[in-house]
């Protein structure tokens, strides 16, 4: 029996939900999820031996994606959520072709809060090189409203600033000074932050476009479209006891710990190691 029919035939309300990306910097995802669905439990899964993918090519990025799919498809999880923005820029229809349960990605959820929001119609999206270079936000922001205008930057160095935990450095404003000069030259009112590791600068990056540009934070908007979701599939946990988590990982690198607690903003417990 394929993995595919095995997982569709035990899912039920009960299962976890998996959240994927390609290190620790999805569990600014996890972090929102476990706010809004108080009740539901969460398997993460971080490639942390291979990340970053945000500087690797679309068929390296693609297989990883595949095979992370079938390992959560193997933990019955009942929804598949691409937490990391490169992997939903570039892999999404392969996530998709393997799974039997519904998929949500990072990049519809960002694009969507961004179309409501502005009302300029002027955008800015910032993220990995592949996520830029693949054009994903552009074609799900217009897929709400064509007319909007879109400028994107790629934003190579904010991943290792934020890994560094240098998220109020004075190399850091100054990096987003230089990245975002460009983009800030067009009457921009929204800013899409379209990377997992993003949220973490908020605040530096608010203070270098101005309290004028409003910052669109995929990870709040992607725990909304998981609320829709368990509503329309009628997949709300029906148990009223705590969650169970469980982190999976490929590598526990130097500091993993200390990094790791910083995006999920709590302790870290039950973290495995596994190999793909
Ligand atoms: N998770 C990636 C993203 O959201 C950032 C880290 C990486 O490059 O792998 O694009």
């Known amino acids: 029996m394929e993995v595919k029919d095995r997982v569709f035939n035990v899912m039920d309300r009960t299962s976890s939900i998996g959240v994927f990306d390609s290190g620790v910097g999805g569990l600014t995802v996890v972090r929102a999820l476990m706010e809004r669905l108080p ?13 970053p993918y945000g500087v ?12 992370i799919t079938d390992f959560l498809l193997q933990q019955k999880v009942k929804l598949l959520i691409v937490a990391c923005n490169t992997m939903s820029a570039v892999a999404l229809e392969v996530i998709r072709r393997l799974s039997p349960v519904p998929v949500l990605d990072v990049i519809h959820a960002g694009a969507r ?6 009302k300029a119609r002027y955008v800015a999206v910032i993220g990995t090189p592949a996520t830029i270079n693949s054009n994903a936000y552009a074609r799900a922001i217009h897929q709400f409203d064509p007319a909007i205008r879109i400028f994107s930057q790629a934003c190579a160095l904010f991943v290792p600033l934020v890994e560094e935990g240098w998220l109020d450095h004075p190399v850091t404003h100054l990096t987003a000074r230089e990245y975002l000069k460009v983009v800030l030259s067009y009457p921009v009112d929204t800013l899409v ?6 949220p973490l600068l908020k605040p530096v990056i608010q203070e270098v476009v ?46 993993f710990q200390t990094i790791g607690e910083r995006f999920l903003g709590r302790s870290l417990p039950n973290v495995k190691v596994v190999q793909l």
Request: hydrophobic share 40%; with cysteine.
């Open 210 to 255: 101005g309290v004028g540009i409003q910052l669109v934070d995929s990870a709040e908007a992607m725990a909304e479209e998981a609320a829709e979701m368990l509503t329309d599939k009628g997949l709300w946990s029906p148990l009223r006891v705590s969650p169970e988590y469980r982190f999976y990982v490929t590598d526990i690198p130097v500091r």
């Open 193 to 198: 932050l379209g990377c997992t590791h993003y």
């Open 113 to 118: 809060s961004a179309a409501m929001a502005t």
């Open 39 to 51: 009740f539901e439990s969460i398997s993460y899964f971080g490639d942390t031996a291979r990340v």
């Open 56 to 67: 690797k090519s679309v068929e390296t990025i693609a297989h990883f994606a595949g095979q």
